[in-house]
Structure formats: structure tokens, C-alpha cells
């Protein structure tokens, strides 16, 4: 049984794009959660999904977005990238809203 | 809002030895579940322990236990017989209730070296 898988493993952007990152949550999760890792430094809450829908979020701005596909799986999007948003950007899945959650390995996102 | 303070950025402790990681929080909430990741330099968040805040009795999962005082609003983890794999990032962690979405509020991490 796979785990929560994440693509890509790491990628460099350039200020001002757009990124997409994806999340493939563990089988027989249907809520998928983001967090950003800035470096040395703990996750933070960026967002959560479950049917399909953002049910909780962080205190992020708007340029951070997501989508749930029916299967689960979700993206991350971000626009305008700043250098401040170099991170380690984790997906967690859970089975439902109140279980614990199981992360996956991360994409490391570098903006130059 | 919750808030999670780890004091201690690094930790050092001898091989077979005990050590154990500070964990404070902040909270108006009475129903809640903390817990104890451990993030190697793979990367990968990986659950060490959890404890729900109804349960009294402490969590223990084979070398790791905590230490929860809910009254003082502390959750220390200690880790006995220390063994080399257990060098890593750990991060102490609370969970909203299931009302409020179950997102994890963490600290800032606390670094482990383990000496052989």
C-alpha cells in the first residue's frame, strides 16, 4: 500500500511565475491538508480539502490555491512566486477530518 | 489561536542514554490531540507519538513516552536507551478539534544529536 506520494520532488522558478505541486494521498484518505516549511523552521498550515471542497485555511494569502479531484488527489498552485516562498512544502492525508494525519516526503520549491 | 513553543532548538545526548524534549502550548480549547513527529533528513514527517487530551495516562510507545500535564499546558517527550537513528528534527504538534478541521499547529523543532 503506498504512502502519500508528492511530485515533483523538487523544482527552481523564477520570481513572478506559477507553480503547480501535487499530492496523492494514502489509500482510503479522502482530506488532504498543506503545509509550508520554511527552512530550520516548523510546517505551517497553508490549507485544507475534503469533498472536493477548501474546508479550512491558514493564514496565507490568496496567490495560494488548491484543487481535490475526485479520486482525492490534490494540487497546490501558487502565483506571482516570491522569494519568500522558497520551501518545503509538505501534503498530509487523513481518512477522514479527525484522524491523524500521514505526511508525505515533500517538494522542495527554490525561487530565484 | 494555538501556539506551540519547542525552548530547546538543539538537544544533545549520549547513545543507550534518556533525553527528553520540551513541548508548551497554548490553548482555550479542553478537547485536543498533541503529538510528537520526528523528520529525518529525508524529509519525511513521520508520527513518534499521540496523546489525546481526555486521557489522563500517559502515552508510551516502546522507547518513547510523554510526559502531558494538561493543567500546565506541557507535553515533553522522552526517548530512552537513544540509539543512532533516532538523530533528527522532532516536532512537537497540536491538533484543532474534529469541529474546528483537524489542522496541526507545530513548533519550531527541536534538533537531536545522538553521540556514539
Known amino acids: 500500500d503506498a504512502g502519500v506520494t508528492q511530485s515533483p520532488t523538487h523544482l527552481i522558478k523564477t520570481r513572478g511565475q506559477q507553480v503547480t505541486l501535487r499530492c496523492s494521498p494514502k489509500?482510503?484518505?479522502?482530506?488532504v491538508s498543506w503545509y509550508q516549511q520554511a527552512l530550520g523552521q516548523g510546517p505551517q498550515f497553508i490549507f485544507q480539502?475534503?469533498?472536493?471542497?477548501?474546508?479550512q485555511r491558514g493564514n496565507f494569502p490568496d496567490r495560494f490555491s488548491g484543487h481535490q479531484f475526485p479520486n482525492y488527489s490534490s494540487e497546490l498552485n501558487v502565483n506571482a512566486l516570491l522569494l519568500g516562498d522558497s520551501a518545503l512544502y509538505l501534503c498530509?492525508?487523513?481518512?477522514?477530518?479527525?484522524?491523524?494525519?500521514?505526511f508525505g516526503p515533500g517538494t522542495r520549491l527554490t525561487v530565484t | 489561536a494555538q501556539t506551540v513553543t519547542q525552548s530547546q532548538p538543539e538537544m544533545s545526548v549520549q547513545e543507550a542514554e534518556t533525553v527528553t524534549l520540551s513541548c508548551t502550548y497554548d490553548?482555550?480549547?479542553?478537547?485536543?490531540?498533541l503529538f510528537w513527529y520526528k523528520q529525518p533528513p529525508s524529509r519525511q514527517m513521520i508520527l513518534v507519538i499521540r496523546q489525546e487530551a481526555y486521557k489522563q495516562q500517559n502515552a508510551t510507545e516502546n522507547r518513547f513516552s510523554v510526559n502531558f500535564q494538561k493543567a500546565a499546558k506541557s507535553f515533553s517527550l522522552k526517548i530512552s536507551d537513544s540509539q543512532l537513528g533516532d538523530a533528527a528534527m522532532y516536532f512537537c504538534a497540536y491538533r484543532t478539534p474534529p469541529s474546528a478541521g483537524n489542522m496541526l499547529t507545530f513548533g519550531g523543532g527541536t534538533r537531536l544529536m545522538v553521540k556514539p
Open positions: 480539502y475534503y469533498e472536493e471542497e477548501e474546508r
Open positions: 489509500s482510503g484518505h479522502d482530506t
Open positions: 490553548t482555550s480549547e479542553s478537547d485536543y490531540y
Open positions: 498530509a492525508s487523513s481518512p477522514r477530518q479527525v484522524y491523524e494525519q500521514y
